[in-house]
């Protein structure tokens, strides 16, 4: 039996692309196949941050202190919903 590797593995029904580190001048970098950043819906200049997990790192196009912050948010505007629907009347 003959084995071939495309670089691609999964996790149940999950694909985990292979991502190779590469030396860029001082730095590391990566390249991403283009169905993940699709299935991310990141392009070429967005930010993805990388939140660290009980299980490792998850690598995530949305902020998760914006995230957070708003539903802080959320739960200021259900409190005052009745005086920000006064306000919007004027």
Known sequence: MIS???GVDTFGDTI??????RKTGNSL???WPKEALARMNA???DTLYAVETPQGFLVTPFDP???KTMAAA???FHRY???YRELSKK
Do not use: H, I, Y
């Not at 985990?16 to 580190?21: H, I, N, R, S, T």
């Open 74 to 76: 959320e739960r200021v």
């Open 81 to 83: 919903k009745n005086a």
């Open 29 to 31: 970098s990566t390249s």
């Open 43 to 45: 392009k070429e200049g």
């Open 16 to 21: 985990m692309p292979e991502l190779k580190l």
């Open 65 to 67: 202190k914006f995230a």
């Open 4 to 6: 071939v590797s495309t």
